[in-house]
């Protein structure tokens, strides 16, 4: 069965850090790109940062320098290092992947709430 399931969400004081972790199953044809969205309460869903398996990045210029995506191939996971984090990062951060010869994500995980508050 095609699952990603997220997980390390929560609540962290601003200039504080969390990691999330997203771990696939099923077929590994579709995590050529993987990656995290997120979406803050009325706006749209946006993409914070997304790594293919040969280890090619992409982030969002609001977390450049703050943010490192990571992934393992064996383990067919892939982790989002937040640093600094800062109030306006709350949202739901989604995992999602897609295979090569998609252009946009088409596999998603359920989604872990990022608060950052004092």
């Known amino acids: 069965q095609e699952q990603l399931v997220e997980s390390g969400g929560g609540l962290v004081q601003p200039g504080g850090s969390l990691r999330l972790s997203c771990a696939a199953s099923?077929?590994?044809?579709?995590?050529?790109?993987m990656g995290w969205y997120r979406q803050a309460p009325g706006k749209e869903r946006e993409l914070v940062a997304s790594?293919?398996?040969?280890?090619?990045?992409n982030y969002a210029d609001s977390v450049k320098g703050r943010f490192t995506i990571s992934r393992d191939n064996a383990k067919n996971t892939v982790d989002l290092q937040m640093n600094s984090l800062k109030p306006e990062d709350t949202a739901v951060y989604y995992c999602?992947?897609?295979?090569?010869?998609?252009?946009?994500?088409?596999?998603w995980g359920q989604g872990t709430q990022v608060t950052v508050s004092s």
């Open positions: 999602g992947s897609r295979p090569r010869s998609f252009s946009t994500f088409n596999y």
């Open positions: 099923g077929s590994t044809s579709r995590l050529y790109l």
């Open positions: 790594l293919t398996s040969d280890g090619s990045t």
